[in-house]
């Protein structure tokens, strides 16, 4: 097999030989999924259930669901970061309008905590 193969490879082109070593490595099944591998396979559409996943994967695929599933977890980040900025936008922008500050809760908070330490302070 592997005669026929290397016979195979030297009488191509450089440009279809990259191609057949290429798919002859895709080939290759020797990485074992653990179960979040398993469920990323699953999530990234490359198995429909996570029973349908083989015991061993190709390097290849394994790396291009890692691949998929880091971009769409930064996609996902990126949209609850924008999210949450106009949250706060929004929090900020009615809290203004009621009067409330920063500095005011700012004061009003250490106005309690010197209450508290002087009535503790006056009890012992």
């Given at each position: 097999?592997?005669?026929?193969?290397?016979?195979?490879?030297?009488?191509?082109?450089?440009?279809?030989?990259?191609?057949?070593?290429?798919?002859?490595?895709?080939?290759?099944?020797?990485?074992?999924?653990?179960?979040?591998?398993?469920k990323?396979?699953?999530?990234?559409?490359?198995?429909?259930?996570?029973?349908e996943?083989?015991?061993?994967?190709?390097?290849?695929?394994?790396?291009?669901?890692?691949?998929?599933?880091?971009?769409?977890?930064?996609?996902?980040?990126?949209?609850?970061?924008?999210?949450g900025?106009?949250?706060?936008?929004?929090?900020?922008?009615?809290?203004a309008?009621?009067?409330d500050?920063?500095?005011k809760?700012?004061?009003?908070?250490?106005?309690?905590?010197?209450?508290?330490?002087q009535?503790?302070?006056?009890?012992?």
């Open positions: 097999m592997f005669r026929s193969f290397n016979r195979l490879i030297n009488q191509t082109s450089s440009g279809l030989r990259s191609c057949i070593v290429r798919y002859a490595h895709e080939l290759e099944q020797n990485h074992k999924p653990n179960n979040l591998e398993k990323f396979l699953v999530w990234t559409g490359k198995y429909k259930t996570v029973e996943v083989p015991q061993f994967v190709s390097q290849v695929a394994m790396e291009r669901c890692r691949n998929r599933m880091r971009i769409k977890i930064a996609n996902y980040m990126m949209v609850a970061t924008a999210l900025c106009f949250a706060m936008v929004y929090v900020g922008k009615r809290d309008k009621r009067g500050t920063v500095t809760q700012n004061l009003e908070w250490h106005k309690k905590i010197k209450e508290e330490s009535t503790t302070a006056a009890t012992s």
